[in-house]
């Protein structure tokens, strides 16, 4: 019975980074959506303004290609991965949180493709509920847009929005600091979009 005790504890053990990489993307994002300014220096134009464009032309990112989607997570990843090595602790674990908190930008761009923008294999793994799905994406797409921030699976999501935990978060953060979270220029009734955004979409 070792062998099936082994492979049980290394699925438990799976699962469980899979989970830690999917709430790692959700808080991230959350703290775009809610706290991010597209003015900021640096992390404005680098984060913020394209994550504000994505609310409002979802689909526009998947014109581009891995590595401008993908290298400013990949630094980061590597940054963990070299943290972990220095603190000797680069153990497999490290390794696949960091593979797949490197492409949870194009698990996201799965999740806005066709089925047959997406292949057999990708759909395939959206059947069988191992990536987040298009149709569980879309509900961080609709109005008013506070829901579903993690994009690597269907599972925490309902969790987290059953619990109200971002929006406790934002209360928290309310009560401590006065900051309110931004407008969503997307969300019905909360534009008109910035100018620099019309500039930009119209190209
Ligand atoms: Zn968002
Ligand atoms: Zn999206």
Known sequence: MH???????FLLQLTALVL??????GFFHWLEDAYGHPDTPLLGPLIV???IVHHH???RFLRHGWWHSSWDLLCIALLVVLGAYWLGCLTWHVWVFALLTANV????????????????????LHDLRLLQTARHHARHHTDPKNVAYCVLTNALNPC????????TLEHVIWKLTGLRRRADTSVNGQGPAP?????????
Do not use: C, Y
Not at 20 to 25: K, L, P, T
Not at 160 to 167: E, G, Y
């Open 49 to 51: 303004r394209p994550n």
């Open 20 to 25: 830690a990489a999917d709430f790692v993307s």
């Open 195 to 203: 100018e620099w955004l019309r500039a930009e979409i119209t190209n």
């Open 160 to 167: 987290l929005d059953r619990l109200r935990f971002w929006d």
């Open 105 to 124: 930008n194009q698990f996201h761009k799965w999740a806005h493709r066709t089925r047959a923008e997406n292949g057999p294999l990708i759909s395939l």
């Open 57 to 59: 032309q979802p689909r």
């Open 3 to 9: 062998w099936l005790m082994v492979t049980v504890s």
